[in-house]
């Protein structure tokens, strides 16, 4: 659509809600324009959204906005409370924990996105192809799926990562191995709802092959419910990422991720409270503003799904 | 019949298989660690000689395949083998430390329902509003801290500030080893025996973690039950009962919330096995000695035998919450039957 | 219909009902029964003949007798403990013990000579982790029975196979291993010719002031009186709560839940120190912190690399920002209160000179290494100064922190770089550090010594050798000058930099007193603990 840009807002508007879209691409673009349009209504979605665009430009801004070097120590100024020159205070090395705390963004938001990046197309072309092909490869999968959601996130985590050795990497790929198998459901549940239908049928008719069915015609229709499970996994992509931390298997010092940070400073929470509360607090708020988006979009893409 | 009876061994085989590699993960998992199970055993200043021997005792000098047939040789005949943490066999050590976490999830439970299930219904009748949003943003932020943090918060503020509630662990010394042991779930065993100090002293012992462990796993029941009845709402049996001019409380909860309690069972089932994982952090903060306690230190003490028989533990109550659920659905709902 | 008013109500009716019995549920421990919060997830067993760790060897230590103990108003001898006695033979081969009459067993059996042999017996013939302590003078299951005898109740009669110093024999029986058991209840509890060590391990049968009545492993441990004992203890029951965190010791100690707190961190016990009605107790202990470097890998097979890194760490800010009350500098390999310790400071953080003695290597840019450490505080805060400190020098340090036995796991396999770990003394003669630091006789796999040096490929065969001719000087204060000598040597080659010892604190609540706290776990000692 070469002449998308020459045209003026309204008429923009009215091709994107054109009841009858021309091109399946006019289509698609409608269809995401009018889901901005509802989740533009929702408020508290749109808090979300904003924080997280806020926390993502703070940790690329990291360098500008941070005051002091995250790792430089200045053991004689340890467990100093806020002031002046150290807004946040100081940890138990005497680093500036809003320098931390600004760095420490860029690890534990480019943890999360790692895992989706690793996560959502692993599950999306497992559960796709289980669904379309059927059969013994789909029993095979889905035993699999189960085997890996009997166990308890976290022990599976933990016991992968010891396994490994603890760090960042190993905490990503781990998380990432407890995090497909809904994906994976969820992308077959919604390849068998699609599998049968008649457009599906007509392409097959066409002669497309098996793997272009799945990955043109397929995939891109089950993205929907997966965008909303990806960003309702996001806070707890971030929680799992921290309970690591907190049993020692995550994130290592000095690395700033706000999991580890909260984790190695715990023991202050009597004495210097600051110290765990601001990471703490930082994954509070970037967990729910993740969790919050995600129900507001979990409301305009499909309000009826179950898990 | 025949069909059923299909069904039921289709069911059976696939959990069979799925616990299966449950057992075939972890115990592999397991024997890769970089642990030295003999370090656990002797500690790190056990002589050459001794470790060579004890290696051989074990049988941990044997190859991968061959310690996992014999594992699963005694799993068969219900024998996990024996924990090296606690001297005593894993079974036995799970009978004693499961009970706690069943305990403390099943408080939890029944508090996250109490709480999240009306807030889900009050946010559902006034979408849209204030209300609606304050219960939303409550509910989540429950699971949006690190439950570590929610914990150790708890114990500063209603603990040490407050002076409300006890501290950690299960019961106060003054009442240990008083109620005989009958459940293992402490607050039962008191009740039934009438000891009702040490239930008392235990109750209170018992509401901080599971509070905590309760509004961590709340969002999820509110979001549902919220879900369900702005669907119902919907219904056009609704739309009758409001023609036919029925109080707002009576078409809430007797029309509305009567349709939806059979996929709120779900719900809760699948909530449940999820706070046993809750529970492994919740239970470390408050020195409850539970389940998730004894994995991770068995894990973290390389403790083979007593992690392989924890994990299947939680995977066959995982399995089978599952199944209850989908039987729960299909054998209530009207539409599915 | 749901009202915002009843779902408030709701979800406050939980914490009015605590209000109401908050009493009831905080009031302080009974004046009958001492709570002690620690971290108690290390205990094995409590068999003498298998317990190593620090937990399970203090509660021996409180429940069984040895035959002697260290004096630790001087730390250089030792005296009778089970055993009134003793005489040596000139060759100092034999040692004759002759008991104290009239000390019983908490079954109400008599404590004889009979038992002793039995348990060292045992300790050989079991040969489980701390069975070397015993079989390191030349003991096997085969002489045994025949060199450690009984020729009457009141008398034991120990041959040695070999010449040892008399001094490190009488250190080694008041090691933990030389717990003396009840013969007649061990062997009622026997099954398939274990000696009664499975029965041993969740019990105890000594002649201590307390005994064993319940562990639940990571829960707690309760000890009561042994009713039988001479010593009339203060407190009748003892509750060992398992309490991992330091900061809920440390508030439960606060609200006065706990009687004693045992693993504050600096940071906790600076706190609580400043509060009026508690009691710091420090004692220090035979434990060390250093920093250990593989010789097998590269870089690190330079002596003035090993130079460089101890003139580089900045022991005194490490001491008092990060450690105040829990360590000390040590930068000795034979910790203060172990007979011959050395305890001048040789070293000091000198950027300049660690410099210059890197170039001097070949270094002149620095390198990269891993470092290993335990993830706990206060490890993962040392570890990360000391990479600070480093780093002035030019070396990279990679930190690699992991939880403590797989640290040990891979100290063992010699796959380290550089590694941060403690070292605690077996026993309190200073063979134990000096073989553990020194000694390598065989630098290959098939080792049968594969102690600190040979896991840092530490081969020295002239310190190897004066280790060896140490233990075998019968002239005390030789000896000690030996030992003296080796640490002066150590410092100038070795690849060990000796950083802290540790201080043992326990933390006192309000009206308690007489927790005596030793240089060894085996040594701290409840009997005198009272509440007001």
């Given at each position: 659509m070469s002449d998308t840009s020459t045209m003026s807002g309204t008429s923009l508007r009215a091709w994107l809600l054109s009841d009858t879209p021309a091109s399946r691409r006019q289509a698609g673009w409608g269809r995401l324009y009018r889901l901005w349009r509802d989740l533009r209504a929702n408020p508290l979605a749109m808090a979300g959204l904003v924080t997280i665009i806020l926390l993502i430009l703070a940790a690329l801004a990291a360098p500008l906005l941070a005051p002091y070097s995250p790792d430089a120590q200045h053991l004689s100024n340890h467990l100093a409370p806020p002031s002046a020159a150290h807004w946040l205070g100081t940890d138990e090395l005497g680093r500036d924990i809003l320098s931390r705390l600004l760095w420490g963004g860029r690890i534990t938001l480019g943890m999360v996105v790692s895992v989706v990046v690793l996560v959502a197309p692993v599950g999306l072309i497992v559960g796709c192809a289980a669904g379309y092909i059927g059969g013994l490869a789909d029993r095979v999968l889905m035993r699999v799926t189960d085997v890996f959601l009997a166990f308890p996130r976290l022990i599976l985590a933990l016991a992968f990562v010891a396994a490994i050795t603890p760090g960042i990497t190993s905490a990503i790929i781990a998380i990432a191995l407890t995090a497909w198998p809904p994906y994976a459901r969820i992308a077959r549940a919604e390849t068998l709802a699609i599998r049968n239908s008649d457009f599906i049928a007509a392409t097959r008719l066409a002669g497309a092959s098996r793997t272009r069915i799945i990955l043109v015609h397929i995939m891109p229709l089950s993205l929907g419910s997966l965008i909303v499970r990806v960003s309702l996994d996001m806070s707890s992509i971030i929680l799992t990422a921290a309970a690591l931390g907190f049993l020692g298997m995550g994130a290592q010092p000095p690395s700033p991720e706000w999991g580890a940070m909260v984790a190695s400073a715990?023991?202050?929470?009597?004495?210097?409270?600051w110290v765990p509360m601001m990471p703490a607090m930082a994954i509070f708020v970037a967990s729910l503003a993740f969790n919050l988006l995600g129900d507001g979009l979990r409301d305009v893409l499909d309000p009826k799904q179950r898990s | 019949m025949s069909g059923r009876l299909r069904t039921l061994a289709a069911t059976t085989a696939s959990v069979l298989i799925t616990l299966f590699g449950l057992t075939v993960v972890t115990f592999f998992i397991g024997r890769v660690m970089p642990i030295d199970p003999i370090v656990a055993i002797l500690g790190d200043h056990a002589p050459p000689d001794v470790v060579a021997r004890v290696r051989i005792e074990l049988g941990l000098n044997r190859p991968l395949w061959y310690q996992f047939w014999i594992f699963f040789r005694n799993l068969i005949h219900l024998d996990l083998g024996r924990s090296v943490m606690t001297t005593h066999p894993v079974l036995h050590d799970i009978g004693r430390y499961f009970p706690a976490t069943f305990e403390l999830a099943t408080a939890a439970m029944i508090v996250a329902t109490l709480i999240g299930v009306p807030l889900g219904v009050l946010a559902a009748v006034r979408q849209g509003t204030r209300t609606d949003h304050i219960v939303r943003v409550f509910s989540l932020a429950g699971s949006s801290i690190p439950v570590f943090m929610l914990a150790m918060l708890s114990l500063v503020v209603f603990y040490a500030a407050l002076g409300w509630l006890p501290g950690t662990g299960q019961v106060s010394v003054v009442y240990d080893g008083i109620a005989p042991r009958i459940t293992g779930m402490l607050v039962i065993d008191a009740a039934i025996t009438g000891h009702w100090n040490t239930f008392y002293n235990a109750l209170l012992h018992l509401i901080q973690p599971a509070l905590v462990l309760a509004y961590f796993s709340m969002a999820y029941i509110t979001r549902m039950t919220r879900g369900f009845m702005l669907d119902a709402l919907r219904g056009e049996y609704i739309t009758t009962a409001r023609a036919k001019g029925l109080s707002a409380a009576r078409i809430v909860w007797r029309h509305a919330f009567g349709n939806i309690w059979v996929q709120l069972i779900t719900v809760l089932a699948l909530t449940y096995a999820g706070l046993l994982e809750g529970a492994v952090v919740t239970e470390t903060v408050f020195s409850w000695p539970g389940l998730g306690q004894y994995l991770t230190n068995s894990l973290l003490n390389a403790d083979m035998n007593a992690v392989l028989g924890s994990t299947l533990v939680i995977g066959v109550i995982y399995v089978f919450l599952n199944l209850l659920a989908d039987v729960l659905y299909r054998l209530m709902d009207p539409r599915v039957r | 219909m749901l009202t915002r008013r009843s779902v408030l109500a709701a979800s406050a009716a939980s914490p009015m009902l605590a209000s109401l019995g908050a009493e009831d549920a905080l009031a302080a421990t009974p004046k009958n029964i001492a709570v002690m919060g620690k971290a108690i997830d290390d205990i094995i067993a409590f068999d003498p003949a298998q317990s190593y760790e620090f937990t399970d060897n203090e509660v021996d230590g409180n429940c069984y007798n040895k035959l002697v103990t260290p004096d630790l108003t001087t730390g250089t001898t030792v005296v009778g403990d089970a055993a009134e006695s003793w005489t040596v033979s000139p060759d100092g081969l034999t040692i004759t013990f002759k008991m104290r009459p009239g000390v019983k067993f908490a079954s109400g059996n008599e404590l004889t000579a009979h038992d002793a042999a039995f348990s060292l017996h045992r300790v050989v013939k079991l040969n489980l982790t701390p069975g070397f302590i015993v079989t390191q003078f030349g003991y096997t299951k085969d002489n045994i029975e025949k060199l450690i005898t009984a020729p009457d109740a009141q008398t034991l009669k120990m041959v040695l196979p070999k010449q040892v110093a008399t001094s490190f024999v009488l250190f080694c029986l008041s090691a933990n291993v030389g717990c003396i058991v009840d013969r007649a209840t061990v062997m009622s509890h026997?099954?398939?010719?274990d000696l009664g060590n499975d029965w041993l391990k969740t019990h105890t049968a000594g002649s201590g002031p307390y005994q064993l009545i319940s562990w639940v492993a990571s829960d707690h441990v309760i000890l009561e009186a042994n009713p039988h004992s001479a010593v009339k203890v203060g407190v009748p029951r003892i509750v060992i709560q398992h309490i991992p965190e330091p900061a809920s010791q440390l508030l439960q100690l606060e609200k006065g839940s706990i009687d004693i707190a045992r693993d504050l961190l600096s940071d906790n016990i600076k706190q609580i120190s400043g509060k009026p009605g508690f009691t710091v107790l420090t004692s220090g202990q035979a434990t060390s912190l250093y920093i250990g470097m593989n010789m097998g890998k590269p870089h690190l097979d330079k002596t003035e690399v090993h130079q460089a890194i101890k003139w580089a760490i900045d022991y005194e800010g490490i001491a008092k920002n990060i450690l105040p009350g829990t360590y000390e500098i040590a930068q000795n390999f034979l910790p203060a209160g172990l007979p011959g310790a050395l305890t001048d400071r040789p070293f000091k953080r000198d950027v300049a000179k660690a410099k210059a003695l890197l170039a001097q290597a070949g270094y002149p840019k620095g390198f990269s290494v891993t470092m290993d450490h335990f993830a706990a505080a206060p490890f993962s805060d040392v570890a990360q100064a000391v990479q600070a400190n480093l780093k002035d020098i030019g070396i990279e340090v990679k930190l690699l922190p992991a939880q403590q036995k797989q640290v040990f796991t891979k100290m063992r396999a010699r796959q380290h770089e550089l590694i941060m770990l403690q070292w605690g003394s077996d026993y309190f003669d200073p063979n134990s550090n000096a073989q553990a630091y020194c000694a390598d006789p065989d630098d290959s796999n098939n080792s049968k010594l594969k102690i600190l040096a040979w896991r840092c490929h530490f081969f020295n065969p002239a310190l190897t050798k004066m280790v060896e001719d140490a233990v075998k000087e019968l002239d005390g204060a030789k000896r000690i000058a030996m030992y003296q000598d080796m640490q002066r040597q150590f410092r100038q080659i070795a690849p060990f930099a000796m950083m802290m010892q540790q201080n043992a604190v326990a933390v006192l609540g309000k009206g308690v007193s007489g927790l005596k706290v030793g240089p060894?776990?085996?040594?701290?000692?409840?009997?005198?603990i009272r509440k007001a």
């Open positions: 715990r023991r202050f929470i009597v004495n210097a409270w | - | 026997e099954k398939n010719g060894m776990p085996d040594y701290t000692k409840y009997a005198d």
